[in-house]
């Protein structure tokens, strides 16, 4: 057994958080105590394509404890079908150097290199988990059964928001359950329910990352939880005064510049049995985008936002420019939210 942590709080500081850590044990045995006492029970395993192409694979898992032969096998998926048991051989030869295979099937002889080896003596498995202390991105809990495919077996999570969160995974544990609940198609499932944007949102038994037009209402979809959508009705936001798009300087407490547009927008929110509610709100854009945080993909820069605007603003003579400092002092929030640090010059 190996275990280390990785502390994600390094890569995305945030004052609010004060664990973000990953904490892994890989070479874990699995204990198998049924396949140890009676042997394994060799099924075909693998999976089909769902859009009706050549993409199949077979290959050779315990039915009981889902531990795979070393190597799983090549099989032919005209021969196999999922789920059958398996009779063919096995070669307690393998595994055998890459060279070694090279040379065989390069002289034509296939030495069984397609056949399932042998089933590992001590089979690992791993466990990972990352754990969050103060602020999280998420509120909700769920898990997920993995596919025949899946790196991660079993997951699961518990988000609370401003509290923190929960994400374990195994890898290679919980086979079993993998096996008896979602043994066939490279779909994981899930089931999950959360809560964001005023709604809430589930999942049971869905597939993971892909929603079908058949699949039953109940399996996937989202609420509105606001009490006052249900007793006041549902919020309409319009726009019912602009002013024009005008050039304005962001002057930020580090010394740059950047050159913006601003606008002033008078919205108007309302519910069918609520009261009327109006406020000006700043919309602004830059084009050559104003740096916010440090991150690998999304990149580091703001191209604009929208926030609600102080009363009068737009009644003042020079309101382009007050609104500017306003989004200088936003884009300073927004600095400290993501522990912005300034790139090297
Ligand atoms: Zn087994």
């Known amino acids: 057994m190996h275990t280390f942590t990785v502390d994600y709080s390094k890569d995305r500081p945030d004052p609010r958080t004060w664990v ?36 199949r694979a077979r290959w050779v898992a315990c039915d009981r404890c889902g531990v795979r032969p070393e190597p799983q096998g090549v099989l032919d998926a005209d021969t196999w079908q999922l789920g059958q048991p398996y009779t063919g051989p096995f070669n307690p030869g393998q595994p055998m150097s890459p060279t070694v295979r090279k040379q065989l099937a390069a002289r034509g002889h296939d030495a ?12 690992e498995g791993a466990i990972g988990c990352q754990l969050v202390i103060g602020r999280s991105p998420t509120l909700g809990f769920g898990f997920k059964v993995g596919n025949a495919g899946s790196e991660h077996v079993l997951s699961a999570h518990i988000g609370l928001g401003p509290l923190g969160a929960l994400y374990v995974h195994t890898e290679c544990f919980g086979t079993f359950l993998q096996r008896r609940l979602n043994p066939t198609g490279f779909h994981s499932r899930v089931v999950d329910l959360s809560f964001h944007h005023g709604r809430v949102w589930w999942s049971l038994w869905a597939r993971r990352n892909e929603h079908r037009a058949k699949d039953p209402r109940w399996m996937s979809g989202n609420a509105n939880i606001n009490p006052a959508h249900y007793l006041l009705g549902p919020r309409t936001n319009t726009v019912l005064d602009r002013t024009e798009k005008t050039p304005a300087t962001v002057h930020l407490l580090d010394g740059t510049q950047h ?30 985008g104003i740096p916010i945080r440090n991150h690998a993909w999304k990149g580091y820069e703001t191209y604009g936002g929208h926030f609600p605007a102080p009363d009068g603003l737009t009644d003042a003579d020079g309101w382009a420019e007050e609104a ?17 640090r300034a790139p090297a010059a």
């Open 112 to 123: 069984g290199i397609r056949q399932p080896g042998a089933w590992p003596a001590r089979p």
């Open 20 to 55: 973000n850590r990953g904490y892994f044990a890989h070479s874990l045995p699995r204990l198998i105590p049924l396949c140890q006492l009676f042997g394994h029970k060799p099924v075909v395993d693998g999976y089909d394509s769902n859009y009706g192409t050549r993409d």
């Open 259 to 288: 050159a913006v547009t601003v606008r002033m927008e008078k919205w108007q929110q309302c519910r069918p049995r609520g009261r009327r509610k109006t406020f000006w709100a700043v919309d602004w854009d830059c084009p050559t």
């Open 324 to 340: 500017a400092r306003l989004v200088a002092e936003s884009c300073m929030r927004s600095r400290d939210r993501y522990g912005y």
